[in-house]
């Protein structure tokens, strides 16, 4: 039985004055409120913590908080008791508990420490023990649980953590949930993110960079993309991991198998194909790796999927093969032979070693030379000025002996990239290098940094010399000591480069000098490099202009003469482009591992684009031209980019002109938009066209018919001629009338305005989006348009473009589907869609949605493709989706802009 709800206590109110984004969130907090779910993202830099606190103490119950770090949770008690004062003369630290054997008012505990305690276990990070603790009967007084950056949690942490809030909510009448982060796993897969959802709830609100650029709080700031090439030994490392599995290849290739697969590809039963194309992206590379090897493929086979480029890679389809024996007579045969291999594990293949690929990618040496071409520049920019940071995964100590020598730095690591600095920048500016096991500095800092390790209660208890300018040095107290005592040292200047581990420099640092970031480490810290990228993003009080260039490093992948075989790099090359370097190699640029990681990190950074005063997200924003497309080589897109970093006189005016700042005559407020871009379908724009000349021809027949009928009325013939005329005219009108119901269907840009319309009346209707006075907003492109919401809530629009995603897209396996009510085809053309997720979870969802589209002249019919017949339309929509008119490639793109006036209102 759920317990009674926990009684308020006494008000805390903050002691300060909210900034303008705080409290246009705190605004809505009524709204926020009634589903008992808060969900907001805060860039960094925000007030994030404090605006959790507000949200906590106004819904007055006893809370619990769940901070990633030690660092995070001690920074959630500081801030309350500095910062919030009670009605009567409580002291706030009485208020607050770091054990959940004593809960308060604010308990703040860590998620390692909440595993510990689910699972009576003890915690190694703090010492405490939980084996006789009821971790459900402690916390029976919570009434709101606060769940700080809950993603990216090891796996064990999050299955605790969502157990425990399943059985407390159990447990609990009512149980709030305040989710803050200021780092939304943007980059995770789409389960990933339903695992996310379902734990924090759908995003309500968020605070963006770009508000806190215009509001003083964040500098201004641009993202630089520096693509490396491996070595010539990590090439050859790389070939001979791909060389096996070239072989088998081979020798399928030799006792035909591989024509045996492309004939029984082209057999297989429409019911096979519906489960076929559930595993898309695997029949998709089969099909190219079968073509590229030679093998004719059956007509309709080629036709499915025939514009699609994923991402692909051999082992793709050979896994296509193994995963669906009853498709092909070989499947077992090509079992056999990669498991003779040690190619297969698990029922997984791994033809080209892809996991030591990547790994290899991940941590090239080239990296290395990557951060000295980059620091060099920056150097050469800022002089004295620069306060760069460089973050790496691994300190790799051993080459703390290489330290003024000239061995090979063939590993990426904090040493390794200390001394390449050293030899590179060395004689112009100092550096420094630090860890939780190592710490390098200049010996010319030597006593200032002794004289602030004595003002923390701690000292320099070593100092061991590499060389005549750089020490290695030890601390008494441990980080505690060294972090502050380095960092100060490098706010004073007595060194311009900081080098550090992601583990270290990424958890709570804080230096607002910082004005250069390299991230040199994997994507796996994503978290710990988007925090440290907030930090370095702070404005410095000392420092009124200061601007901040964050430095992103990818390696490409190699791919001819590689080792991959023949038909691996054509595989290669038809999905992703091969960038030649001039030579005599090519190297896989956007179908490497390492960018592919890039442009997910980049989901979740908005910044100017390099070619206009519009703030936006994603990879494309940095380049001038496409992404390492349009580049004759890889150097000179990198020169491209340092050229840019160098102005960032240049940046700061992008960032004023993309904000208008001063200058915004129309009083319109800026929003985060959400665009949806909808590719254009080349056959689809001369289908109009053929019954307008129709309706011309008829007219002109009409204008005839009644002149010779009026000149001649004693003829016989004029009344024929009268007669011809009216039916021409009846003809005219009917085909001019049909040519707006075609053009309806078939212009993207009026279809798309009146879809829009309609779904978001459909929202509205149904209560899923309350704001009243919106418009949807369609402009028509070179190659495709551009959609978007204007007005509204930030959910609201999120919501509205997740739906018009999906409504534009490809059909994938959609529970309902519309098509025109009366005909699926128009002139040989194709046409169906997905009705969205949001709406197709009911039927009468979907009628009233059937309804809204009625009312913007889009007779629509929907089909269950649960039922036999509806399996066997959505097979068909799949099919045929090259000649799809209705769905189409569809994208988002995040822009922060003035909302639009609201002219129109559609709801």
């Not at 002691?15 to 993202?41: C, M, N, S, W």
């Not at 491996?230 to 290849?249: M, Y």
């Not at 020169?639 to 200058?663: I, V």
Request: proline share 5%.
């Amino acid at each position: 039985m759920a317990a009674p709800d926990p009684q308020p206590q006494p008000s805390w109110r903050f002691a300060g004055t909210f900034r303008p984004y705080q409290q246009r969130i705190l605004e809505r907090f009524g709204d926020l409120k009634q589903d008992h779910r808060i969900h907001i993202v805060a860039a960094p830099g925000s007030g994030k913590t404090i605006l959790g606190l507000e949200l906590i103490c106004r819904l007055g119950q006893p809370a619990l908080i769940l901070a990633p770090t030690i660092t995070i949770r001690d920074q959630w008690i500081d801030r309350f008791t500095a910062h919030f004062q009670h009605n009567g003369t409580s002291n706030p630290r009485e208020w607050c508990s770091t054990s959940l054997h004593n809960p308060a008012f604010l308990t703040v505990i860590t998620y390692q420490a909440l595993y510990s305690a689910y699972t009576q276990a003890l915690d190694e990070e703090t010492g405490e023990d939980f084996a006789d603790l009821d971790i459900l009967e402690a916390v029976r007084d919570i009434g709101t649980v606060c769940l700080d950056e809950a993603h990216h949690l090891r796996s064990q942490w999050h299955r605790a953590l969502t157990a425990f809030m399943n059985q407390l909510g159990r447990r609990k009448a009512v149980l709030n949930t305040i989710a803050l982060t200021a780092t939304p796993p943007y980059d995770s897969t789409p389960s990933e993110w339903q695992r996310y959802e379902q734990l924090c709830g759908p995003i309500d609100e968020e605070i963006f960079a770009p508000e806190l650029v215009a509001a003083g709080n964040l500098c201004p700031h641009q993202d630089y993309v520096y693509v490396t090439k491996p070595s010539r030994e990590e090439e050859q490392e790389i070939a001979e991991l791909r060389r096996r599995g070239n072989e088998v290849l081979m020798d399928l290739q030799r006792q035909g198998i591989l024509a045996q697969l492309a004939e029984d590809l082209g057999q297989l039963t429409d019911e096979q194909l519906q489960i076929a194309l559930d595993d898309e992206e695997n029949f998709y590379a089969l099909k190219i790796l079968l073509a590229a090897a030679g093998h004719p493929i059956a007509p309709h086979i080629q036709a499915i999927l025939s514009e699609k480029r994923p991402e692909l890679s051999g082992e793709l389809g050979l896994q296509f093969v193994i995963d669906h024996p009853d498709f092909f007579r070989a499947s077992p045969t090509v079992a056999s032979s990669l498991r003779a291999n040690n190619l297969l594990n698990k029922g997984k293949i791994s033809v080209t070693g892809e996991k030591k690929v990547n790994r290899i990618l991940t941590h090239s040496a080239g990296k290395v030379r990557a951060v000295s071409d980059i620091a060099e520049e920056e150097v050469s920019a800022m002089s004295e000025n620069l306060r760069m940071v460089i973050l790496a995964d691994y300190v790799q100590r051993d080459y703390l002996s290489s330290v003024g020598s000239d061995d090979a730095l063939v590993h990426v690591g904090v040493i390794p990239i200390f001394e390449a600095l050293r030899r590179r920048v060395g004689g112009t500016t100092k550096i420094a290098a630090i860890s939780g096991s190592v710490i390098v500095i200049p010996r010319s800092a030597l006593d200032e940094v002794k004289r602030f390790a004595a003002h923390l209660d701690g000292e320099v208890t070593a100092a061991k010399d590499l060389n005549d300018e750089y020490v290695e040095v030890r601390f008494s107290g441990g980080t505690r000591v060294s972090v502050p005592a380095i960092t100060r040292a490098f706010q004073e200047g007595l060194f311009t480069i900081l080098v550090g581990t992601a583990a270290l420099l990424g958890e709570g640092w804080d230096s607002p000098c910082a004005n250069a970031l390299i991230i040199a480490s994997s994507v796996r810290a994503f978290m710990l490099t988007n925090q440290m990228r907030g930090r370095v993003i702070r404005v410095d009080p000392t420092v009124p202009d200061k601007t901040a260039n964050i430095w992103h490093i990818a390696t490409c992948e190699p791919s001819q003469g590689s080792g991959r075989g023949m038909w691996l790099d054509q595989v290669a090359q038809s999905g992703a482009q091969a960038l030649n370097v001039g030579t005599g190699e090519s190297l896989d640029v956007l179908g490497s591992h390492d960018v592919r990681s890039l442009q997910k990190r980049f989901e979740a950074f908005v910044a100017p684009r390099a070619d206009a005063p519009v703030i936006e997200n994603g990879f494309d924003r940095c380049f001038t031209e496409p992404p390492l497309r349009a580049y004759r080589s890889i150097d000179a897109a990198n020169e491209q980019m340092l050229a840019r970093a160098f102005r960032r006189d240049l940046m700061r005016n992008q960032w004023l002109e993309a904000l208008d700042m001063g200058n915004v005559p129309d009083g319109q407020p800026y929003e985060m938009q959400f665009h949806i871009d909808v590719e254009k379908p080349a056959s689809a724009g001369v289908v109009p066209y053929l019954d307008v000349i129709l309706g011309y021809i008829f007219i002109l027949a009409v204008m005839f018919g009644l002149a010779v009928g009026r000149a001649l009325p004693h003829l016989p013939v004029g009344g024929q001629w009268l007669a011809f005329g009216v039916l021409a005219l009846l003809g005219g009108a009917a085909a001019l009338l049909r040519t707006r119901k075609v053009q309806q269907l078939t212009d993207t840009t009026k279809r798309l305005k009146a879809e829009a319309t309609a779904l978001a009346r459909t929202l509205s209707a149904l209560g899923l989006i309350e704001t009243r006075n919106l418009m949807a907003i369609v402009d028509e492109g070179a190659i495709g348009a551009n959609v978007r919401l204007s007005g509204g809530t930030f959910a609201e629009r999120k919501l509205f473009a997740d739906a018009m995603t999906q409504l534009s897209g490809e059909v994938r396996n959609a529970r309902y589907l519309i098509a025109p009510a009366h005909q699926v085809r128009i002139r040989g053309i194709f046409c169906a869609q997905s009705v969205p997720d949001v709406l197709g979870t009911r039927r009468e969802n979907v009628d009233e949605f059937l309804r809204q589209l009625q009312r913007v002249g889009l007779p629509m019919r929907a089909v269950y493709t649960r039922s036999q017949e509806g399996r066997e339309f959505l097979l068909q929509a799949r099919k045929l989706s090259g000649t799809n008119i209705a769905a189409r490639l569809a994208s988002q793109t995040r822009r922060y802009e003035k909302q639009s006036p609201l002219e129109f209102p559609i709801v």
